[in-house]
């Protein structure tokens, strides 16, 4: 994720790092996975592959949290991310898969 993307989620408070700065930059998305869930974070991606449920399971994991940019532009993104921090005041992503694009938040499981 863009390092201006993650300064959003500083400035409203939460402690937001990077795989690069946790070390795990290049490491197979399984082995991200993994981490998260074994570190007790929350995932916030725009890799895709992270929106399966089936091949990603949110259940164990503090939340997984999809951002789905198909502008890739840096305002839309912002947005997004705006959004999600807003929802994520009001609401815990624990054990759940959220795709946060232009139409809104779904939540999986509902």
């Known amino acids: 994720m863009d390092i201006r993307l993650i300064t959003l989620f500083s400035d409203a408070g939460h402690d937001a790092k990077t795989v690069f700065e946790e070390g795990l930059s290049g490491e197979p998305d399984k082995k991200i996975h993994s981490v998260s869930i074994a570190e007790k974070w929350i995932l916030i991606t725009q890799d895709m592959h992270f929106s399966n449920p089936f091949r990603f399971p949110p259940i164990p994991s503090e939340g997984i949290l999809v951002i789905k940019n198909p502008t890739q532009l840096l305002r ?5 991310v705006r959004n999600l921090i807003s929802r ?7 054990g759940h ?10 939540i999986w499981p509902g």
């Open 76 to 80: 839309d993104a912002k947005y997004l």
């Open 88 to 94: 994520l005041r009001e609401e815990d992503p624990r």
């Open 97 to 106: 898969l959220w795709i946060v694009d232009h139409h809104g938040i779904r």
